[in-house]
């Protein structure tokens, strides 16, 4: 059992063989999935606690793997530019709170990470997927706009360069307003 979690969780961080067990993802233009998640602190939040300001929602995979332990540092890193461009951010995986909470520890993550732990929210958003018999958060983000419409959606994301992608387009998008 060990070594077959093993090559699942190796294949898991490399993208490899995943099978999607996805929803259509949602489109630009179209609202967003509601969602009401606990966050590292236990602390339940809402798309709409968000309304009338730009969310990035970005999905990853595994709390304290490699790719995703330096996307929620680069988000963690540009969050003073993307709040001051009006936007919130918040990272969701299929881990638990207690995981979470250890994962913003650690890296010390100011904004919140939701533990989607029975997959609704992911799957609402069409980046669930599974190998192996594990399911897992494709690595995907949604900037989401005031009204709690998806403005963009990034698929198959560089985890360094994420946040700086969001922050380019959040800039272009008001700068258009």
């Known amino acids: 059992m060990r070594r077959s979690f093993s090559l699942a969780t190796l294949a898991l961080c490399l993208g490899l063989a995943a099978t999607p067990v996805l929803a259509a993802l949602p ?11 606990q966050d590292q602190n236990g602390h ?3 798309l709409g606690d968000h309304h009338g300001r730009y969310l990035v929602v970005y ?3 595994k709390d304290f793997t490699g790719g995703c332990t330096k996307e929620v540092c680069a988000f963690r890193d540009d969050l003073a530019k993307l709040r001051q461009a009006g936007a919130d951010v918040v990272g969701v995986s299929l881990d638990d709170v207690k995981s979470h909470g ?7 993550v100011p904004f919140p990470l939701l533990a989607d732990s029975d997959r609704k929210v992911t799957e ?4 669930l997927n599974e190998h192996l018999g594990i399911h897992y958060a494709k690595r995907t983000t ?8 998806v403005a963009e959606v990034y698929e198959d994301v560089d985890p360094e360069k994420n ?3 969001v922050l380019a387009d959040l800039t272009r998008i008001k700068a258009l307003q």
């Open 142 to 149: 949604f900037l989401i706009d005031p009204q709690g419409k």
């Open 102 to 108: 250890k994962f913003a520890q650690k890296y010390h």
């Open 163 to 165: 946040s700086g992608q």
């Open 124 to 127: 609402a958003y069409g980046v």
């Open 27 to 37: 489109q630009v233009g179209q609202p967003a999935p509601d969602f009401r998640l």
């Open 59 to 61: 999905f990853y995979p």
């Open 44 to 46: 339940w939040q809402a």
